[in-house]
């Protein structure tokens, strides 16, 4: 009988375990770069800013004022000119690409439609136009002097409009590009969900005599619930934080009508360079965001 053959089972495996462990830790080696880069580039700046938020520059110091700076959104008459111009745009304006872009992935879902690849590249092309680009685009076709909208108004005889120099109508103007940007990329996304819409549950509903309008209420809608939910949290998000095309378009204006949350975040952080205000501001953003959020999940959540 060997020595091996003497020693407990235990201790026989022991030159094993060095590799087992060495093969657990092998997939956290792995993600270890993707961890570091998010903690120094996502985790870090999230914590800092919360730290600048309870401080103000005083001369060049900052001083720790705790939560005064949340203190001072609550009488801040500009922050809630950009909250309720930015509640404008997610009332009226998100809701109104939202039925566009259901009516749209209806559409070009129909097999009534022939070319329905082209139409579906040409609407969804709008989304990789950049932002920037297409807001310049649209302060020149929206020009009240020399843009081309005014003078096709002008053709017809009517008197232009000032697009961009009214706070109402520039309002309007930021309307249109937003939902000229996004209708498109919304109703891609719907016209995915809807495409796996068994066609076995319209052929039911027709045989109950249901109409179109009918089924579309009872088995499109229903099929569309989580896309549907999706893009109003896609939309939320993207039109609490919106920036460039306002930026690009009117830059805030006229008289501050189309000022928002982001634009107004970025004034105090790289104009006026109150970071810790700026820093309240975005956490004060983020709060909101995610409010809207558990409200649109209880609303449109699945209920079973």
């Not at 179109?212 to 088995?219: E, N, Q, T, Y």
């Not at 000022?259 to 004034?267: F, I, K, N, Q």
């Amino acid at each position: 009988m060997s020595l091996a053959d003497t020693l407990p089972a235990a201790r026989r495996e022991t030159p094993a375990r060095p590799r087992r462990r060495r093969g657990r830790a092998a997939p956290y080696l792995f993600v270890l770069p993707a961890l570091l880069l998010f903690g120094a580039f996502k985790l870090y700046p999230i914590g800092w800013s919360f730290v600048l938020s309870l401080h103000r520059t005083v001369a060049g110091v900052d001083t720790f004022v705790g939560l005064d700076n949340y203190a001072r959104l609550v009488d801040d008459p500009l922050m809630w000119t950009a909250l309720r111009n930015t509640a404008v745009i997610l009332l009226v304006q998100v809701p109104l690409m939202l039925a566009l872009a259901t009516g749209l992935a209806v559409a070009l879902n129909s097999t009534l439609l022939k070319g329905r690849s082209v139409f579906r590249l040409g609407f969804f092309l709008p989304m990789v136009t950049g932002l920037v680009a297409y807001g310049i685009v649209f302060s020149v076709l929206l020009n009240k002097d020399y843009g081309l909208v005014n003078w096709t108004l002008g053709l017809l005889g009517l008197d232009p409009v000032p697009w961009l120099t009214d706070g109402t109508w520039a309002r309007i103007s930021l309307g249109l590009a937003l939902t000229w940007h996004y209708t498109g990329y919304n109703a891609v996304i719907l016209l995915a969900r809807l495409q796996t819409v068994p066609r076995e549950l319209y052929d039911a509903a027709a045989v109950d005599g249901a109409g179109p309008l009918a089924a579309f209420r009872h088995v499109t809608l229903p099929g569309l619930r989580p896309a549907l939910l999706l893009t109003t949290v896609l939309s939320t998000i993207g039109t609490l934080q919106l920036f460039d095309e306002p930026t690009v378009l009117t830059g805030g204006g006229p008289d501050n009508a189309t000022l928002t949350l982001g634009m107004y975040l970025y004034r105090n952080a790289f104009t006026y360079f109150d970071f810790g205000y700026a820093s309240a501001v975005g956490y004060a953003l983020t709060v909101l965001i995610g409010l809207l959020g558990l409200l649109q999940f209880r609303l449109l959540g699945d209920k079973s």
